[in-house]
C-alpha cells in the first residue's frame, strides 16, 4: 500500500502523502518521545520528519520497507534535535538510573495491573530509559520491528543493537519494579 502511495506522490499527487502520515504518525511520534522524552518535542521532531521525508521521497529506492526508511529519517531528526537541546541527556549512567529506583519482584507487578495500567507503566519506564535503549525496546516490541529492521533505521551494529536490547531490557525491569513500588505505596 505504501508503494502505491509513494508513486502517486512521486506523480504529483501531494494528497497521497496524508495517508502515510496518518498510517506511520503513531509509530513516528512513539519513536521521536522514546530519545527525546517530552510530548511537545516529540510532535516537533515528527512533524520535521515528516517534512524532510516528504521532500527527500525521491531517495527511497525501495532496498528496505518504507517503514524502516521513515523511522531512520525520524530517529535522525530525533537525535540531532536532542544533540542540539538537551546534551545533557545522552549521558545518562546505568548508575544515576539506579539511585533512584527501587527494585522489586517485576512479575507481581504485572500480575496486580491490568492491561491499561501495564501500557502506562510501560510507557512510564520508557520514558526514564537512556534514549538509545528506549528506542531499541520501543522499537522491537512495541513496533515489532526485527534487528535487521533496527539497525537499518538507526545506522547501528547488530551487536550494538543486541547489546541495547539487552541492557534496555534489564534496566526496564528495574524501573517498572520502581514505579510499581512507589504507586503501591500512595494507595
Known amino acids: 500500500m505504501a508503494e502505491q502511495w509513494i508513486k502517486n506522490i512521486l506523480n504529483g499527487d501531494k494528497e497521497a502523502f496524508r495517508h502515510i502520515i496518518r498510517k506511520y504518525q503513531d509509530?513516528?511520534?512513539s519513536l521521536a518521545l522514546s530519545v527525546v522524552k517530552d510530548e511537545r518535542e516529540a510532535?516537533?521532531?515528527t512533524q520535521n520528519a515528516f517534512?524532510?521525508?516528504y521532500s527527500g521521497l525521491n531517495g527511497f529506492k525501495g532496498?528496505?520497507?518504507f517503514s524502516t526508511w521513515l523511522y531512520r529519517a525520524v530517529i535522525n531528526e530525533a537525535f540531532k534535535f536532542l544533540?542540539?537541546?538537551?546534551?545533557?541527556l545522552q549521558h545518562l549512567t546505568t548508575e544515576e538510573l539506579e539511585e533512584n529506583e527501587l527494585v522489586a519482584d517485576e512479575n507481581e507487578m504485572m500480575l496486580n495491573a491490568d492491561k491499561d495500567h501495564k501500557r502506562y507503566y510501560i510507557n512510564r519506564a520508557l520514558q526514564n530509559l537512556p534514549s538509545g535503549e528506549s528506542l531499541a525496546l520501543r522499537m522491537f516490541y512495541l513496533e515489532e520491528c526485527s534487528v535487521r529492521?533496527?539497525?537499518d533505521a538507526t545506522g547501528w551494529s547488530e551487536s550494538n543493537v543486541k547489546v541495547m536490547l539487552h541492557r534496555?531490557?534489564?534496566k526496564m525491569k528495574k524501573?517498572?519494579?520502581g514505579i510499581y513500588d512507589l504507586n503501591t505505596q500512595h494507595l
Do not use: F, Q, T, W
Open 27 to 29: 509509530s513516528a511520534y
Open 43 to 45: 510532535a516537533e521532531v
Open 168 to 170: 534496555g531490557r534489564e
Open 149 to 151: 529492521d533496527i539497525c
Open 51 to 53: 517534512v524532510k521525508a
Open 63 to 65: 532496498k528496505s520497507a
Open 83 to 88: 544533540k542540539k537541546n538537551k546534551p545533557h
Open 175 to 177: 524501573l517498572l519494579a
